[in-house]
């Protein structure tokens, strides 16, 4: 059984041998248990009670797998350095010249063109092009999620009353309970079909609160290959989540 706390979903499962409700948080999920004769209001009056504790062994879960995880961001910001983006590398070409603030290019797709305002010290470029990307990342990620909203939202009429970018470190994305979804911009790290896919997940949320069979129909009737998409998130999303 799947209940949601705002804007976490916990999956609830009853034990005869439970004495007492705890909680158990993991990588993957947030698991309630329960005795058996505990009323569903007391063990959602109990949730809401450790929501702040959830939160922080969510932070620390994600800080245990993102330690053994590699880095896909480069150590440094400097000419030819390698930068993560859509699921690929592109190298970094700077130049210097009459800008008066750093500006990021995507050149063909192939490479990312960073113009920097001469005159700055050499050991401040790998810090300020560093914040420029991902300034340039975070308005990229509010252009592709909302492609993917206009594409998938009217089929299933699941419209979100609002859409924000944010930077979150457990977590790729939210649905609230007045369906206000919330998307991380370190998605577009990973390649476009996983930011497809968690977009839609959060859609999906929309019309199921919950992580029950209806709710993946609905997801697998948007994208039926969502279980790779996912796959890869698993696989591969502790390394994303370590930002640039």
């Known amino acids: 059984m799947n209940k949601q706390i705002t804007p976490l979903t916990y999956n609830l499962r009853r034990s005869s041998r439970a004495k007492n409700t705890r909680i158990v948080v993991t990588a993957d999920k947030i698991e309630v248990v329960a005795p058996l004769k505990v009323s569903e209001r007391r063990i959602q009056d109990f949730v809401h009670a450790q929501k702040d504790w959830i939160e922080a062994a969510l932070k620390r879960v994600a800080g245990r797998v993102q330690?053994?995880?590699?880095?896909?961001?480069?150590?440094?910001?400097?000419?030819?350095?390698?930068?993560?983006?859509?699921?690929?590398?592109?190298?970094?070409?700077?130049?210097?010249?009459?800008?008066?603030?750093?500006?990021?290019?995507?050149?063909?797709?192939?490479?990312?063109?960073?113009?920097?305002?001469?005159?700055?010290?050499?050991?401040?470029?790998?810090?300020?092009?560093?914040?420029?990307?991902?300034?340039?990342?975070?308005?990229?990620?509010?252009?592709?999620?909302?492609?993917?909203?206009?594409?998938?939202?009217?089929?299933?009429?699941?419209?979100?009353r609002s859409i924000r970018i944010k930077t979150q470190k457990s977590r790729w994305g939210s649905c609230g309970p007045q369906n206000d979804i919330n998307m991380n911009w370190l998605l577009m790290l990973a390649p476009a079909a996983v930011l497809e896919y968690v977009l839609?997940?959060?859609?999906?949320?929309?019309?199921?609160?919950?992580?029950?069979?209806?709710?993946?129909?609905?997801?697998?009737?948007?994208?039926p290959d969502f279980k790779q998409r996912r796959l890869w998130l698993k696989q591969h999303g502790a390394s994303v989540m370590q930002g640039l």
């Not at 603030?101 to 797709?109: F, G, K, S």
């Not at 997940?201 to 992580?211: A, G, T, W």
């Open 67 to 160: 330690t053994a995880a590699p880095k896909l961001a480069p150590s440094e910001y400097r000419d030819g350095a390698q930068v993560p983006y859509q699921g690929r590398r592109l190298p970094l070409k700077i130049t210097t010249g009459k800008a008066k603030t750093v500006r990021i290019e995507l050149l063909n797709d192939e490479m990312f063109w960073v113009k920097l305002p001469a005159g700055i010290a050499d050991e401040q470029y790998s810090a300020l092009i560093q914040q420029a990307l991902i300034r340039w990342m975070k308005n990229q990620a509010k252009q592709h999620v909302q492609q993917w909203v206009d594409l998938h939202a009217p089929r299933f009429a699941l419209f979100p």
């Open 200 to 223: 839609v997940h959060e859609l999906c949320h929309i019309k199921h609160k919950n992580h029950s069979p209806a709710f993946w129909q609905l997801v697998g009737e948007h994208l």
